[in-house]
């Protein structure tokens, strides 16, 4: 069956002698790379859709904060519609893309229907990876969605909540020890914040308890912690978060987690760790969507999942199947593939979008070149690094330029004058107001507290 | 065992001299009534232990925002431990209380702990009753907690969702249909917000359907809606919820609900209507607590639940267990109980606590007079009703004191501005920005999709 929406509104009507409906292009995911696609194409005389699981693009880059209270998923989150309402060529669509059809050009939803494609961008992103130990996932959750976030602020609140009540020492340490593997951006960023929140945010509102006693501990398998970035600007980071209090391990490799121990060998030493709450940032893989163009389209997939593009991020031999962001692995410009950033996959959306454009209009070809803006980290309250290439910076002033641009690139969302108001509040009084224990609280707090197994 | 907190730390050292810890007053539920509570008695030279299930108080008549997606949870929601950060005789457990010991004075928390008290005050409210028809909780889902609000709000988002996708206008009608069951403030409210969201919120977001087409009813058992307000405010209500689009059906009673359809007897007819989103907000019934009292103290409830207090708030026979807010049964005052309103509850918060002071420092008992500060409730994006007494308001001059009130009472919360701003940027840009569908979501998509049975 054919999904025939637009059949009875009269609004399609005056769709359908507005815009040339000839090309129909179908944007699979609205993450930034999609997103940015689809607000390119809808300036141009064709047909779009917009399909996402979810009806929000979400300012990934921010999501830690809502993990550890200062900002609400709405302050980072925007609705599709509500981005895309004035482009009357576009439709959004809240689905799932169950399979494609390559050589019917046709992209099948999970709930059966159906809708052809003249161009198809996908861009569905990436999820954790946990190496082999998938049984790892609920003991150690990762941070990717809306409910990542709420699921990790609920464990890290609740897990000083119910030490508050414990009176034995050695569970109260337990509870009071946060592990955090993975040294990236993500698990420098949520490391950093919590202990702000241990020692500035909480300090002065527990009784039975010391929140400045809490332990965080980074553990990253590499040499140095965000090994992405030059070494000058680990060293940087690695000291400004030891200075937070935070416990930093390089060269360590997590080798079991269990019954709330986190197991790891540094060097040739083995060690055990007892923590309540374990959090995970340590690996990426290709969602789903690679493996279904694998097997359609026979492309290759790197080791995570991720799948080889061409030179315009379309797919060997299907010229108008292109892959973008996080979930392409684009290898044509310098030594290694492009990094998964946000900027990459913005970049990617615009270019796809002027491809099809020039495809469209009969004009030229573009090529895509990847410019590189540099990478950024924040760390705790006020220090970040900044990295681009000759100009590398530290300290408050990189914390500043990182605090310009997220903004700046918020300009995406109604909240942006929010998202300000709230850093400005709590950077003055060092409160955080979305410190809210929600969702299956009971059941965290309960296995938590030892009442029920975890 | 009794709980040993405080025991190691050096800071209950200090408090152990600095403040008469004789008196330990504990205060179970963190809402209105015990919140007020227990500010004033942390004013006091005595010990207070404020307990709740939850970390944060709730400024619950604003969460028919939440559900309709204007605020975020975190907007009307302050952690407790923040909003009593500088009191510090006053100790915040984050606890379930399992059961009382009256004649040991003792509370007993879910995870067996023991706390000795001097007073105790009890404010654990109220939640939803479906009068002998709980099988209808999953299918009417209520209003009272953060969550109940996200559910609602993916629910009543998520069914425009599945209507833009869904080709056969008899299911289209029914994802477009929304039933609100009782016409007291909050079904006024949620009605209210819903006509907005529908005719101007997303009214140009979809293309596939025409949003404003969505169908409102809100059904009231007594002959008008707003019962216990005058009736020529329950008249202006009901003509400015017709005039938003909202079906207002009085005198009508729900007999059934099974298979998204509602079932209810309009005088001597029996209708019938096909909704996939039902929402409940037909009645209350007492926590709890109310029946750990009953079995322990023998002190009446009336017929859904709630104690019949003394004219000092306190249980009959046990002169230092009080019962406030929603809770209490309080008739020494007017020909019916106090109504089960915020100003109620904080009223006899501070009464309570002002009573333990006299108690405390040998002075004479004050006496409880219930201030009625009118009753207001708010109609869409710019009316509402307002009664005082004798002088009685409607339209967008009630709204204007209704939004004045709303933001002078959430002066405890960090989020007043905010809250401010995001109304204000709602009001002038018809946005909404916390549209999100988040949660369950592929659950209830795929409910209302007819893919899974609900």
Redesign the interface.
Same mark, same amino acid.
Request: with cysteine; hydrophobic share 45%; net charge neutral.
């Given at each position: 069956m054919m999904?025939? *929406?637009?059949?009875? @509104?009269?609004?399609?009507t005056i769709?359908e002698t507005s815009v040339d409906r000839k090309h129909h292009t179908i944007v699979v995911g609205g993450g930034f790379g999609g997103l940015y696609a689809a607000k390119e194409l809808a300036k141009l005389p064709i047909k779009v859709t917009l399909i996402d699981?979810?009806?929000?693009h979400l300012f990934q880059p921010l999501l830690y904060q809502v993990a550890t209270g200062t900002l @609400?998923?709405?302050?980072i989150?925007?609705?599709l519609? /509500?981005v895309l309402?004035?482009k009357k060529n576009?439709?959004? +669509? !809240? /689905?799932?893309v169950a399979d494609i059809d390559p050589q019917a050009q046709k992209v099948i939803?999970?709930?059966k $229907?159906e809708l052809s494609y003249d161009s198809l961008i996908v861009a569905t992103g990436v999820s954790h990876h946990y190496f082999g130990n998938e049984q790892w996932a609920d003991l150690a959750p990762g941070l990717k969605t809306?409910?990542d976030a *709420?699921n990790m602020r609920r464990r890290i +609140?609740?897990a000083f $909540?119910?030490a $508050?009540?414990e009176?034995d020492?050695e569970k109260r340490k337990a509870l009071l020890t946060f592990v955090v593997i993975g040294g990236g951006p993500t698990g420098v960023e949520l490391a950093g914040a919590m202990a702000d929140l241990a020692n500035h945010t909480?300090k002065?509102?527990?009784? &039975?308890?010391?929140t400045t006693e809490a332990k965080i501990l980074l553990l990253e398998g590499f040499d140095r912690i965000l090994p992405s970035y030059p070494p000058e600007l680990s060293a940087a980071a690695e000291k400004s978060l030891t200075a937070l209090g935070v416990e930093v391990k390089t060269r360590t490799l997590v080798t079991n987690i269990e019954n709330h121990v986190v197991t790891y060998r540094c060097g040739d030493r083995v060690e055990h760790v007892e923590a309540k709450t374990i959090l995970w940032a340590a690996g990426v893989k290709a969602s789903a969507m690679g493996k279904t163009l694998a097997d359609r389209t026979g492309v290759t997939l790197d080791r995570v999942g991720r799948v080889t593009v061409e030179a315009d991020m379309a797919i060997a031999g299907y010229p108008n199947i292109f892959v973008i962001g996080d979930l392409a692995n684009y290898a044509h410009q310098g030594d290694k593939p492009l990094p998964g950033v946000a900027p990459v996959a913005m970049q990617q959306g615009e270019f796809v979008a002027r491809l099809i454009e020039s495809r469209v209009k009969g004009k030229p070809a573009p090529k895509f070149r990847y410019r590189d803006l540099g990478s950024l980290a924040v760390i705790g309250r006020n220090k970040a690094v900044v990295n681009w290439g000759f100009i590398r910076v530290t300290g408050i002033f990189a914390w500043l330029i990182w605090t310009f641009l997220h903004v700046l690139y918020l300009v995406e969302f109604?909240?942006q004058? *929010?998202v300000l108001?709230?850093w400005g %509040?709590n950077y003055f009084?060092r409160?955080s107001?979305?410190? +809210? *224990?929600? &969702?299956q %609280? +009971?059941q965290v !707090?309960e296995e938590m507290?030892g009442?029920k197994p975890s």
């Amino acid at each position: 069956m054919m999904l025939t *929406i637009q059949k009875e @509104s009269t609004k399609a009507t005056i769709h359908e002698t507005s815009v040339d409906r000839k090309h129909h292009t179908i944007v699979v995911g609205g993450g930034f790379g999609g997103l940015y696609a689809a607000k390119e194409l809808a300036k141009l005389p064709i047909k779009v859709t917009l399909i996402d699981k979810r009806n929000f693009h979400l300012f990934q880059p921010l999501l830690y904060q809502v993990a550890t209270g200062t900002l @609400s998923p709405a302050d980072i989150a925007s609705p599709l519609r /509500a981005v895309l309402a004035n482009k009357k060529n576009t439709t959004v +669509l !809240m /689905a799932e893309v169950a399979d494609i059809d390559p050589q019917a050009q046709k992209v099948i939803l999970a709930s059966k $229907e159906e809708l052809s494609y003249d161009s198809l961008i996908v861009a569905t992103g990436v999820s954790h990876h946990y190496f082999g130990n998938e049984q790892w996932a609920d003991l150690a959750p990762g941070l990717k969605t809306v409910e990542d976030a *709420i699921n990790m602020r609920r464990r890290i +609140l609740g897990a000083f $909540e119910v030490a $508050e009540k414990e009176p034995d020492p050695e569970k109260r340490k337990a509870l009071l020890t946060f592990v955090v593997i993975g040294g990236g951006p993500t698990g420098v960023e949520l490391a950093g914040a919590m202990a702000d929140l241990a020692n500035h945010t909480l300090k002065d509102e527990f009784t &039975g308890i010391d929140t400045t006693e809490a332990k965080i501990l980074l553990l990253e398998g590499f040499d140095r912690i965000l090994p992405s970035y030059p070494p000058e600007l680990s060293a940087a980071a690695e000291k400004s978060l030891t200075a937070l209090g935070v416990e930093v391990k390089t060269r360590t490799l997590v080798t079991n987690i269990e019954n709330h121990v986190v197991t790891y060998r540094c060097g040739d030493r083995v060690e055990h760790v007892e923590a309540k709450t374990i959090l995970w940032a340590a690996g990426v893989k290709a969602s789903a969507m690679g493996k279904t163009l694998a097997d359609r389209t026979g492309v290759t997939l790197d080791r995570v999942g991720r799948v080889t593009v061409e030179a315009d991020m379309a797919i060997a031999g299907y010229p108008n199947i292109f892959v973008i962001g996080d979930l392409a692995n684009y290898a044509h410009q310098g030594d290694k593939p492009l990094p998964g950033v946000a900027p990459v996959a913005m970049q990617q959306g615009e270019f796809v979008a002027r491809l099809i454009e020039s495809r469209v209009k009969g004009k030229p070809a573009p090529k895509f070149r990847y410019r590189d803006l540099g990478s950024l980290a924040v760390i705790g309250r006020n220090k970040a690094v900044v990295n681009w290439g000759f100009i590398r910076v530290t300290g408050i002033f990189a914390w500043l330029i990182w605090t310009f641009l997220h903004v700046l690139y918020l300009v995406e969302f109604d909240n942006q004058l *929010i998202v300000l108001l709230q850093w400005g %509040y709590n950077y003055f009084t060092r409160k955080s107001g979305a410190r +809210l *224990i929600t &969702g299956q %609280y +009971l059941q965290v !707090m309960e296995e938590m507290e030892g009442i029920k197994p975890s």
